[in-house]
Nanobody, 125 residues
Framework: QVQLVEYGGGLVQAGGSRRLSCAAS????????MGWFRQAPGKEREFVAT????????YYADSVKGRFTVSRDNAKNTVYLQMNSLKPEDTAVYYC??????????????????WGQGTQVTVSS
């Protein structure tokens, strides 16, 4: 099971940008699909973005499409989430997650078996 640690969260003004990183342990990072999820207080964890093991395929929630970009560097065992044009409603704890690649995309948190501890992103209005 891959171990994940997110970092890069913080306070940002509306309209600003923030880049999150997720560092993974082990040598098998390239065999995992990676996802970003977020959870605001009182709400369920929701899908944000996912990227295939090779980085060839990416998918985004409608709420962030056009503003967020997910990428990965398998040589560095790292996945990134570039967040632009941030809105107050983007405020949440952001989680990195991993699942063994099965050849099909997943947006469901329950399909991801390894999770980081989360990093707080707060967008001020």
């Amino acid at each position: 099971q891959v171990q994940l640690v997110e970092y890069g969260g913080g306070l940002v003004q509306a309209g600003g940008s923030r880049r999150l990183s997720c560092a993974a342990s082990g040598r098998l990072f390239s065999t995992y699909d990676m996802g970003w999820f977020r959870q605001a207080p009182g709400k369920e964890r929701e899908f944000v973005a996912t990227i295939s093991r090779s980085g060839a395929d990416t998918y985004y929630a409608d709420s962030v499409k056009g503003r967020f970009t997910v990428s990965r560097d398998n040589a560095k065992n790292t996945v990134y989430l570039q967040m632009n044009s941030l809105k107050p409603e983007d405020t949440a704890v952001y989680y990195c997650a991993a699942r063994p690649a099965l050849g099909s995309v997943s947006f469901a948190p329950s399909d991801f078996r390894s999770w980081g501890q989360g990093t707080q992103v707060t967008v001020s209005s």
